[in-house]
């Protein structure tokens, strides 16, 4: 399918729903100066060429309470004659505790982030599923500690800055 | 005892907005669309630039011009930007803020007697600059059926042989207004003419969100009677940094420097290598803020014109002016009561000149959700009239 042909609003309200995906499209049409008609159409489409794939919430989930771990993990692999590393990627990405999955530049082929409830979950995950498939040569695991910034967003408790109510 | 205060202070009326701030002081809850200033954070690279100045040990005085690289980087700057051409070695000085640039260009010219043309509404400093040196400020009105812009018109209007120097700011605090090359062009001849010197502040000058920013020194014929003035302030959210920059050809430069060098000895240095940074690194998070400057703005003034208040849409800078002629009030009744009613801060236009009257100066470098707020509590108001 030949891809349309952006144009600079398209480029913003992508910008503005990255942000905020929950703005309404009146307030995106004034932004833009577009009317609210024309929004929604530029968002549908998007959304048809597959340039918005979804619409999803960033949450702290320790804040939550539901206490669970990530973890990076990264791993060698034997490419596979015709499939490169495409077919093997697809059969790492279909588990369910695999939130993300990268092919790498570096020592390694993959580096994907793993989600579990606690660290057991993550270990017996790794030494379960994903150790013994085939093609793996080998798999590195890195706990992560603390999250400090997300989607570009810093979740550190920052100081308010002080700001006069008046200046010219 | 005597009362030791000079005549010149005392000439200064007291400053119209001193009742906003204590009774907005006093309140919670308030949304302050009254603020000159940007709403983020001085961009991180440049911070950290200043940190590890600091750590360097940068922290004795510069040369009274400010340091040579970012003297080049501004002339490097001015030049791709607008086309106009200041040698960095003694035409191109650093000073504390444009707010200095601005007072020790207005002393190093202006004799006591002398008319100085400001286009207004201005900035509130320009005013009690002039005076301050002796000068006698003569308005010259900018007005919303002119967009806000200066034109011969208005300026022939007022010009006189006494006129010695014309000050001007676009885009404009508080109307938004811009200057074009074009609407420069239309008003050199008189400039020129009229042996006028040219003060021109062009501090919101990244902040166009409309069409080409101009510069006043890139006219044929201007150059050479113009002291531009800019700074970091609005473009790279440095307000507490304190540093600007004033450029003119070298005979109005080193007059200003001669005062400089004697109030001031330099810019502060660590704000210095911040800005040096700002120019070399910063533009990526300077289009990012602009960029949301400009969303906001359609944002606020669409939602103003629908919630009742008549606003014409601004070009530059990040300020509405609409007016409230129709509710029946004036400016600052409307601003005090918006205020003390209904928890909104604004300033009122006749603050920066006559022809501000009738009109509010609101400030759009706010959270989006406090502008859509201040919209609701403005209408609530309206309706209640
Ligand atoms: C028109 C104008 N000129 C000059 C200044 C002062 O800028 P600086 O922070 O560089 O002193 C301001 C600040 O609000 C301004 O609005």
């Known amino acids: ?168 | 005892m005597r009362d030791f205060r000079s005549e010149r202070v005392k000439a200064i009326p007291p400053s119209g907005i001193r009742k906003f701030f204590d009774i907005a002081q006093e309140m919670e809850d308030i949304i302050s669309l009254g603020v000159g200033e940007p709403d983020y954070d001085t961009p991180w690279n440049v911070r950290e630039a200043a940190i590890r100045s600091i750590e360097q040990g940068q922290t004795a005085y510069t040369s009274n011009s400010g340091l040579p690289e970012l003297r080049s980087l501004i002339s490097r700057y001015l030049f791709d930007r607008f086309g106009v051409d200041y040698s960095p070695k003694n035409e191109i000085m650093i000073t504390t803020g444009a707010s200095e640039a601005l007072d020790i260009a207005i002393r190093s010219v202006v004799n006591p007697g002398d008319e100085v043309l400001v286009a207004e509404p201005a900035y509130i400093a320009y005013t009690s600059g002039v005076m301050l040196s002796g000068g006698i400020p003569v308005y010259v009105p900018c007005t919303e059926k002119d967009h806000f812009r200066l034109t011969p018109d208005a300026l022939m209007e007022k010009v006189t042989p006494k006129s010695k120097v014309l000050l001007c700011n676009f885009p404009n605090n508080p109307s938004g207004g811009v200057m074009s090359k074009d609407d420069y062009k239309a008003i050199s001849d008189i400039i020129i003419d009229h042996d006028l010197l040219l003060i021109s502040d062009e501090i919101y000058n990244e902040l166009t969100y409309e069409g080409e920013p101009a510069s006043a020194a890139s006219i044929d014929g201007l150059r050479e009677r113009t002291i531009t003035i800019n700074g970091f302030s609005k473009a790279f959210s440095m307000t507490g940094w304190r540093v600007g920059y004033l450029c003119a050809p070298e005979e109005l430069c080193s007059a200003a420097l001669k005062i400089h060098q004697y109030v001031m000895l330099s810019a502060p240095t660590g704000a210095q290598y911040a800005a040096v940074e700002a120019l070399k690194n910063g533009w990526d998070s300077c289009a990012g803020m602009v960029s949301e400057y400009h969303v906001r703005r359609n944002l606020f003034v669409k939602s103003l014109n629908r919630a009742g208040l008549p606003c014409h849409m601004p070009k530059g800078a990040f300020y509405a002016f609409p007016s409230v002629k129709d509710t029946g009030l004036s400016d600052v009744v409307f601003a005090e009561r918006l205020l003390k009613e209904h928890k909104v801060a604004v300033v009122p236009g006749s603050v920066f000149g006559p022809s501000g009257e009738g009109h509010l100066r609101c400030s759009y470098a706010v959270s989006r959700d406090d502008l859509l707020t201040a919209v609701a509590r403005i209408e609530e108001f309206i309706g209640k009239l």
């Open chain 1, 1 to 168: 399918m030949p891809v349309r042909l952006m144009d600079e609003k398209d480029r913003m309200l992508l910008k503005l729903i990255e942000e905020d995906c929950r703005t309404s499209y009146a307030v995106l049409a004034d932004m833009l100066d577009l009317d609210e008609d024309g929004v929604e159409k530029r968002i549908r489409r998007m959304e048809e060429e597959g340039i918005i794939r979804n619409y999803s919430a960033c949450i702290d989930w320790e804040k939550a309470g539901d206490g669970h771990v990530a973890a990076i993990l990264e791993l060698k692999v034997t490419p596979e004659r015709d499939f490169g590393y495409d077919k093997i990627a697809e059969r790492i990405a279909h588990h369910n505790q695999v939130r993300s999955l990268r092919l790498i530049s570096g020592a390694y082929d993959f580096s994907m982030l793993v989600y579990g409830k606690d660290i057991h979950e993550v270990t017996r995950f790794v030494s379960e599923q994903i150790a013994p498939m085939e093609h793996i040569k080998e798999t590195a695991t890195i706990l992560i500690m603390k999250t400090y910034k997300e989607n570009g967003y810093e979740i550190f408790e920052k100081k308010g800055r002080e700001r006069l109510p008046y200046s010219f």
